[in-house]
């Protein structure tokens, strides 16, 4: 599937993440970690991690829990996958929303993705990991690719729906809310 000059652009300038508001809360020396990892498009590495936290006392409880996700990210990705099929079985059938199968694959990609950001949020201990631009441009590649919003929204709260299984039930109300502020950010997608 040949992809547009334009949605090449957008594809680029779609970088859901931002650590700005972080400057105030955050050494630079670990927005940088963040941000390397950003720039790699990769999950934080043990090594990242240890140094995260190691300089963060307030949110060092989460760096195992950033660790988990992290590990656990093809089956939570799998299980948001299989939700989103169950609830949209043509999905991915002629004429659906995430046919041919290229476009179901970038789908899951983003799903990925999208967790990937999540922990970042958890490993740093800030909901504020959200870049509203970059958000934006992403909204207008979606509306460009004609992106199944409902299906993509479904498979956020899935994604948070597996990843708070794996987790302690006394964590869950903390994590929650990592999880919330992707899934409203793209429920306003559809506005």
């Known amino acids: 599937m040949e992809l547009s000059t334009t949605v090449r652009e957008l594809i680029i300038k779609a970088r859901i993440v931002s ?13 940088d970690l963040f941000q390397s990892a950003d720039d790699r498009r990769e999950y934080l590495t043990d090594d ?3 140094k995260i936290e190691a300089n963060s006392s307030s949110n060092s409880s989460l760096i195992p829990i950033a660790r988990l996700l992290r590990d656990a990210a093809t089956e939570i990705v799998d299980d948001a996958r299989d939700r989103v099929l169950a609830t949209f079985p043509a999905i991915t059938q002629p004429g659906g929303g995430l046919y041919p199968a290229a ?28 870049s ?3 958000l934006d441009y992403m909204n207008l590649l979606y509306q460009e690719l004609q992106v199944p919003l409902d299906a993509m929204v479904l498979g956020l709260q899935e994604l948070k ?3 708070l299984t794996r987790v302690e039930p006394e964590l869950k109300p903390t994590l ?16």
């Open 19 to 31: 650590f700005e508001d972080w400057k105030t809360t955050h050494s630079p020396a670990i927005i």
């Open 48 to 50: 990242e991690l240890d």
């Open 103 to 130: 476009r179901a694959e970038a789908c899951w990609r983003d799903f990925w993705h999208f967790l990937r950001c999540v922990t970042y949020g958890i490993a740093g201990g800030s909901v504020e990991y959200t």
């Open 132 to 134: 509203d631009m970059g």
């Open 161 to 163: 729906t597996a990843s």
């Open 176 to 191: 929650a809310p990592y999880f919330d502020r992707l899934i409203s950010k793209l429920q306003d997608f559809k506005k």
